[in-house]
């Protein structure tokens, strides 16, 4: 009888452009596992052993293909010298700057990229990963998690108090210092056992032809250093309100990586027409309110998932989050193992 392929050996094919069978299965489930171990989550986020100790007892519930090592948005711009100001812990936290600047320009007296890749918690989300790549026998993936460059230069560049982040607002040198960064923290983890690295790009360039170069300019680093560690770069897109034509030119960039998308936004590219053809590896991002109490199921999902599944064949399919802490480990459980046996 022939013997399925691991993940590992899923995601060593993908590195080759070989789709697997069937889609990597990564939910993001993180912030969970401080309701799993019953601690504070800034004291989770801090606890090497406490966040071991609960991927381990959540993988073998959950049964996907990999474990998220470390999800924390924040990480980077806290390794830069950013103070954290975390009201609760549903609650997204304020940054504050040592010596703060003036809207778009960087904040003085910041770490450079090197010293951040060593500094507040990059060294925990290290240790996480060598701890989990030193369990015997492992076949299922190390996710770890970094923002993209346009995302981390916003945060650097923007007032803490702002709703929503403008990449209008972000300075050229805010975009290098957070490429080199994302780079270098990239690198941390890789080193430390990583074999799928996640860069989370919220927001998107103001876009024309050449600031989509520009862009895919700032993330070849990440994704190239990522792939020289034999690792699996994908690249997780936000923005499902974002015009067509916006992401019809983005796909004609050539990625070295997978381009993961909102399942929305790929169900209502996917009734057009578009990305049946594009050529690139697919991730889909399930929404994050599939698995709160008050939403029926994963039925409507599913109806959205399969088609999808089925014809433009998806190298992976993950959330587009980490799934909240207030989730009910039942229904978790019920849903992922819905989407699970859907693909």
Known sequence: MEVSPTPRQMAKGLLNGVLPSRPLFLPIVFSLGAKVENVPFETFLGNPTKISSSLRQMRSHLRTDG??????????????????????????????????????????????????????????????????????NRDFLLMATVSGPMTLAARITQPAQKESLRAEEVSVDAQELAASVVTQIATTFLEAGADLLLIQEEILPAFSMESCDAWANLLAPAINVTRFYEALPVL?????????????????????????????????RYREGFLKNSGAMLGVALPLNAFTADEPGGNNILETLRPIVSDLRPAVITTAGDIPDTTDMKRLTQVLGEVSRAI
């Open 67 to 136: 474990v998220s090592c470390y999800f924390d948005p924040f990480l980077e711009v806290e390794a830069l010298g950013a103070i954290l100001e975390r009201k609760t812990d549903n609650q997204s936290p304020f940054i504050h700057w040592p010596r703060p600047a003036k809207v778009g320009e960087l904040p003085e007296g910041l770490r450079s990229a090197e010293e951040a890749a060593r500094s507040a918690r990059v060294p925990v989300a290290g240790e996480v990963l060598r701890r989990m790549n030193s369990l015997p």
């Open 236 to 268: 997780q897109l936000a923005g499902e309100r974002t015009a067509p034509e916006i992401w019809d030119m983005i796909f004609r960039q050539q990625w070295e990586c997978v381009v993961s998308l909102p399942l929305e936004t790929i169900a209502s």
